[in-house]
């Protein structure tokens, strides 16, 4: 396995991308900054049944997807594996049984083309799409890093570190919008679900404000406005 600082191959290296720390299996082919292909297959239906990620489901879905999330991403990209430099995986932060469908597959098929294998870590690839979206972008810089399960304030150092400023005491920002929509008995996943009803209402319901008051650490929560809203 590589440690992406000392990744060293060809210029604008073609590099097939895999994820699968949840609910989704996803692949992507990137050639340097550009982005030839992104494929997603989700089992977020499946997981509606139960009101949220059952991580053997989950686990089940990958193995069932990632073949043919893979050969989708190389078709859309116009590329054949000969073509890939190296493989690139999420190792952490996920649901162990996801990951280890994702990392196994990796695994093999870097050991079969004779590529280098990237370990790379969810959080820093959460960060690294910011590249992706702006060519010219380079650290140092702030990230705000919102998703599903992680909600951070981080400091861009350089391209290889970073800094957390702060971050979320309790549920990340997914967390609370599926917690906010099983209570009012919407389907998973809660925040497309949220937002739809939000967008077709017409009373507003006025709710809390984050205050922050140590701003040292930069620490803030989501429980208030959860249970706000719950109330």
Known sequence: ?????????????????????CDETAAAVIRGRKLLSSCIISSAT??????????????RAHTEAVDEVVRQAL?????????????????????????????SFAKSLAYTLNVPLIAVNHIRGH???????????????ITLLASGGHTAILHTKSYSEFEILGGTCDDAAGEAFDKVARVLGLEYPGGVNVERLANSGENCIALPKCQVKN?????FSYSGLKTAVIN
Do not use: H, R
Not at 2 to 14: A, E, G, L, Q, R
Not at 46 to 59: D, H, L, M, T, Y
Not at 77 to 97: P, Q, R
């Open 1 to 21: 396995m590589y440690d992406i600082n000392s990744f060293s191959i060809k210029k604008d290296p073609v590099i097939l991308g895999l994820e699968s720390s």
């Open 127 to 141: 960060m690294a799409a910011a590249y992706l979206a702006d060519s010219a972008l380079k650290p140092p810089f």
């Open 215 to 219: 701003t040292q650490k930069l620490q």
């Open 75 to 103: 078709v859309e990209a116009g590329v054949t594996l000969k073509e890939i430099d190296a493989v690139a995986v999420t190792y952490g932060a996920g649901l162990l049984g996801a990951l280890l469908v994702g990392l």
């Open 46 to 59: 499946e997981q509606a049944k139960f009101g949220g990620v059952v991580p053997e489901i989950a686990s």
